[in-house]
C-alpha cells in the first residue's frame, strides 16, 4: 500500500452551496452505505441547526468533513458524519475537524458533544478515545446494513474552557 504523504497543515472552515458536488464525491469515496443525498446537504447547508466544516490543507481541495447537528435549547451537538478521504486518512484531518467540531458547539452554547461510531471502524473508535470521547452506549442494528453502533461523548466543559480534547 502507497502511504501518502504527511499533511501538515490542516485548515477547516465553514461549508457553503459551492461546496456541494464535493461534498457529494466524498461521500462516495468515504462510506459504502448510509450515504447522505444531495438534497440532505442541500438542507443541511441551509439550516441554522446544522453546520458543516470541510478541512483543507494548502491550495488542494478539501480531506474530510463533519456535519453538525444543533437542536434549539439543547446543551447537546451530534457529530451527525465525519468523512475524510481514503489517502488522507490517519493524517489528522478527522482529529482537525473534531476540533472544529468542538469549537463550533461551544459557540452554541453546547457542553456536550455526541456522535455514533460503527462498532467496527477500530481506526475512528482509537481516535475518538484518544481525543477523550467515553462510550456512554450502545444500538444494535443502528446502520443501513446491520451494523451496531456505539454512542461516544465529549463533555465540553464551562464556555472558555479548555474542555477535554487529549491533543491540546
Known amino acids: 500500500m502507497q502511504s501518502s504523504p504527511a499533511i501538515t497543515s490542516v485548515r477547516v472552515r465553514r461549508a457553503d452551496m459551492s461546496d456541494l458536488d464535493d461534498l457529494l464525491a466524498l461521500e462516495q ?15 443541511h447547508l441551509d439550516s441554522d441547526s446544522a ?25 447537546v451537538a451530534r457529530v451527525y458524519s465525519l468523512a475524510t478521504r481514503p489517502e488522507a486518512r ?21 457542553r456536550v458533544l455526541r456522535l455514533e461510531v460503527r462498532t467496527d471502524n477500530a481506526a475512528a473508535i482509537a481516535l475518538y478515545k484518544r481525543l477523550g470521547y467515553r462510550r456512554i452506549g450502545s444500538y444494535g442494528q443502528y446502520y443501513q446494513d446491520g451494523a451496531d453502533a456505539w454512542r461516544y461523548e465529549l463533555a465540553l466543559g464551562a464556555p472558555g474552557t479548555q474542555g477535554r480534547t487529549a491533543h491540546r
Open 29 to 43: 469515496r468515504a462510506f459504502d452505505g448510509d450515504r447522505m443525498s444531495r438534497d440532505q446537504y442541500r438542507r
Open 51 to 75: 453546520q458543516i466544516l470541510l478541512a483543507s490543507a494548502g491550495q488542494h481541495a478539501f480531506f474530510g468533513s463533519v456535519v453538525l447537528f444543533f437542536r434549539k435549547r439543547s446543551s
Open 90 to 110: 490517519g493524517q489528522g484531518i478527522g482529529a482537525a475537524l473534531l476540533e472544529a467540531a468542538v469549537t463550533a458547539a461551544r459557540r452554541r452554547g453546547c
